[in-house]
């Protein structure tokens, strides 16, 4: 190769340094009261059987004493703060894309997410989570299928 050395550092690192340069994180949000860091999104992902909807919200030391969910017939409404040294809340209202029967759903918070059941009232395939993702156009049927 044909390339001329560089004359201002006598070593590079040609993969960076690690270190960001002005820009926040993907992801991140806002600082709220007591310095807590709010998020605008944390990694989400379901899967549904033909009565129920599993859906899991990516989000570590999650206070289980202080966490709220609320069930609402198309909604989910998730206050989830850490109790990490440096701590961060997700909060948010989650749109069903179908809707759940209120009474039946619970939830679960583990060590590295907190899982939720959500009981379908209709018993509908759903091809997403939420209301205001786009599909992916696959069509699953689960259930309800025509006579053989």
Same mark, same amino acid.
């Given at each position: ?74 909604? #989910? ?18 749109? #069903? ?52």
């Amino acid at each position: 190769m044909k390339l001329e050395g560089c004359k201002t550092s006598p070593r590079h690192l040609f993969v960076g340094s690690g270190q960001e340069k002005g820009s926040k994180k993907q992801g991140a949000g806002n600082t709220g009261q007591d310095g807590e860091e709010l998020l605008e999104t944390v990694r989400h992902d379901f899967y549904q059987t033909p009565a129920t909807v599993i859906a899991s919200f990516f989000l570590k030391k999650i206070d289980s004493a202080k966490a709220t969910v609320r069930f609402n017939t198309n909604t #989910l409404d998730l206050d989830l703060p850490t109790s990490e040294p440096a701590p961060k809340r997700y909060k948010t209202t989650v749109p #069903l894309f179908g809707e759940i029967d209120t009474g039946k759903s619970t939830f679960k918070i583990l060590g590295t997410k907190l899982e939720v059941s959500l009981y379908k009232a209709d018993g509908t395939s759903w091809p997403v989570l939420r209301s205001d993702q786009q599909r992916t156009g696959e069509i699953l049927q689960i259930g309800r299928a025509g006579r053989v």
